[in-house]
């Protein structure tokens, strides 16, 4: 058997195409698939693709939409999450269309703990899924979504701490039961941020304003207190001016006509109040959105969504009653919000927030007080 000539002929006249050098690649195997320089597939606009030939975000992972499973760190947690808040949503939802049931209230509570749970390993994958992407500002649950979970949880853990008291004959609606609900929520803030937020490693408690030694903490919770006498100022302007138009927002705390009373509206008021809010508002919220969108946006934002949640469990006994109170607490609280996001951002510390809401909530407190006693 004879071989090729050198020319490239073979011994039988025909000629033999020459193939690609040894050290160059061939063709890609889909024929027409473009590939990057490391050799990654890419779709039509130029885009990564994986091994399957789904799409890749700047961080090479997948391209996750709504309701897909594959690609997730977790699939089955989110397919729980997604299980439970449909289950519970749905119960919970029942239940405020037939209230007038006497079963409705047991369907409510029950409805709260799948729907709690639900939102609690949303918040986790979603967590675990944006650790993944370093190329983001922020890679930590949506405050939105956690605190979905907080309210829920709240009314869970407020329904079992005020049921043994009103077992006991204290009212859940007076001083010491509000003082109760008001602790409660605040550790349910700062129980969602320990394990949505912390725990994954999206912030440290340092990075969410626990930074200062303990006498930088009293000198900022001054600077913090100094401000709240000018905000109140403002605050009273835009509480006379919502007065004419659509009536005054009214105080969450029960009327206290004693003493006592006004020791524990101030404790609710001054000191537990502000401590979860502002980790959970400011030292969460605010620092996740001043990564992700810039200062100002962080603290308009920031702003909004705090005043949205203080109307996000009122009730009344009418709707055109609640749309007005809702209204006037909504527009009477954003420029406690603006305040307090700024003087976050300021000195980048929780104790300045803390300081400025625990003085105006104290000040507020007492103008009520006063009211009450010129009224005998």
Do not use: K
Request: net charge neutral; glycine share 14%.
């Amino acid at each position: 058997m004879t071989g090729p000539d050198p020319d490239g002929t073979a011994a039988g006249g025909g000629v033999i195409a020459p193939g690609p050098p040894p050290d160059e690649p061939g063709p890609p195997a889909g024929g027409n698939q473009p590939l990057d320089a490391d050799g990654q597939p890419l779709d039509a606009d130029g885009q990564p693709l994986d091994a399957d030939g789904q799409p890749l975000d700047a961080d090479g992972q997948p391209r996750l939409g709504l309701f897909d499973l594959s690609g997730r760190a977790v699939p089955a947690v989110y397919l729980a999450a997604w299980i439970a808040c449909l289950l519970g949503g749905g119960m919970v939802a029942v239940s405020v269309l037939g209230s007038r049931n006497p079963s409705a209230r047991w369907l409510f509570v029950a409805g709260l703990v799948p729907l709690a749970l639900g939102l609690l390993a949303a918040g986790g994958s979603q967590a675990t899924e944006r650790a993944r992407r370093p190329s983001l500002a922020f890679r930590g649950p949506s405050p939105v979504l956690a605190f979905g979970a907080v309210v829920a949880l709240t009314l869970l853990a407020i329904l079992a701490a005020l049921l043994p008291l009103e077992a006991l004959g204290v009212d859940p609606g007076g001083p010491l039961g509000t003082a109760v609900s008001v602790g409660v929520t605040s550790l349910v803030f700062i129980g969602v941020v320990r394990v949505l937020v912390v725990a994954p490693g999206a912030l440290s408690w340092r990075e969410i304003g626990f930074g200062p030694a303990p006498a930088g903490a009293l000198a900022d919770l001054a600077r913090g207190a100094l401000l709240a006498l000018p905000l109140l100022v403002v605050e009273l302007a835009v509480l006379a001016a919502l007065a004419g138009l659509i009536g005054g927002a009214a105080s969450p705390l029960p009327p206290a006509t004693s003493g006592a009373a006004l020791a524990l509206n101030l404790l609710s008021a001054a000191v537990l109040a502000p401590i979860g809010e502002e980790v959970f508002f400011r030292g969460y919220t605010t620092t996740a959105w001043a990564r992700a969108a810039g200062a100002r946006a962080a603290i308009v934002r920031g702003a909004l969504f705090f005043s949205f949640a203080h109307i996000a469990t009122l009730s009344a006994s009418s709707f055109q009653a609640g749309l007005s109170a809702a209204v006037a607490q909504y527009l009477a609280l954003l420029p406690v919000g603006l305040a307090l996001g700024w003087a976050f951002l300021a000195r980048r510390s929780i104790w300045v927030a803390l300081g400025l809401h625990g003085a105006y909530n104290a000040l507020l407190v007492l103008l009520a007080y006063a009211a009450t006693l010129a009224r005998g």
